[in-house]
């Protein structure tokens, strides 16, 4: 679950930020005397607009002043939305938090194997910053003296944009990389790997995506579900 020394506690009912605030110039519409508000590719791109995207377009008064709202867009989803489309994929609903009147909630799943975890948190940014609330990782494997099996789990990770989360029974990975300049990203080469198994009674790794759901479909995330499950059955084979 995402968060932050500053996040307000889950149930607090709080003031909600603005996901983007910007200023646009509007631009002349064809040859008509209308003007047209544009957006380039990477803000279609972040929040879903297409040419054939319909949203709809409310004239507000807020203090005074008048104001447009465009709703609808389809960036992201709501926990309505994902209960549904997971009913439909057969998972497994593991732990569940709503509260529709500070409109946070909380929903983890398992898919029908049983091997994928799905986590989503509802805050897709904090203190203006986006933030990866969507949280994909398959169950870890044991790969205690098994090189080439954790080399085919590195492969399978960059071939399905995920990355490979290790970890031992003693912990002498996690304090390795506290110890040295290293990205926590990092995985151990060979040399490491088999000093690893020789210290320690089990090494183990999995696969994790982590996105943001201003960026992700209900259909992306079944496709990191389905990457996650053949990348496994592809290592186990």
Not at 23 to 36: C, I, Q, T
Not at 82 to 105: H, S, V
Not at 182 to 200: A, N, W
Request: with cysteine; aromatic share 8%; hydrophobic share 30%.
């Amino acid at each position: 679950m995402s968060g932050s020394g500053e996040q307000t506690k889950r149930g607090e009912k709080r003031e909600k930020e603005p996901v983007d605030s910007f200023s646009k110039e509007l631009s002349p519409s064809g040859n008509s005397d209308g003007v047209a508000l544009h957006f380039d590719a990477a803000f279609a791109s972040e929040y879903g607009l297409d040419p054939d995207t319909e949203v709809e377009v409310k004239v507000v008064e807020k203090d005074g002043d008048i104001a447009f709202e465009i709703e609808n867009i389809p960036a992201g989803f709501t926990s309505d939305e994902l209960r549904e489309f997971a009913e439909r994929q057969g998972w497994e609903k593991t732990d569940e938090y709503i509260n529709p009147d500070a409109d946070e909630w909380y929903l983890t799943y398992r898919n029908s194997e049983g091997d994928v975890r799905i986590e989503i948190d509802s805050e897709s940014r904090i203190n203006g910053n986006v933030v990866n609330n969507v949280i994909i990782e398959g169950n870890p494997i044991d790969v205690t003296g098994d090189y080439d099996k954790f080399a085919r789990l590195c492969a399978a990770a960059q071939r399905k944009e995920a990355r490979v989360r290790v970890d031992d029974s003693e912990g002498n990975w996690e304090r390795l990389k506290a110890s040295v300049t290293r990205d926590t990203d990092d995985i151990p080469d060979e040399e490491t790997f088999e000093q690893l198994s020789e210290v320690t009674d089990t090494v183990v790794a999995q696969l994790v995506c982590q996105k943001t759901s201003l960026n992700t479909s209900l259909k992306d995330l079944k496709e990191v579900v389905d990457a996650i499950e053949e990348a496994y059955e592809s290592v186990e084979d």
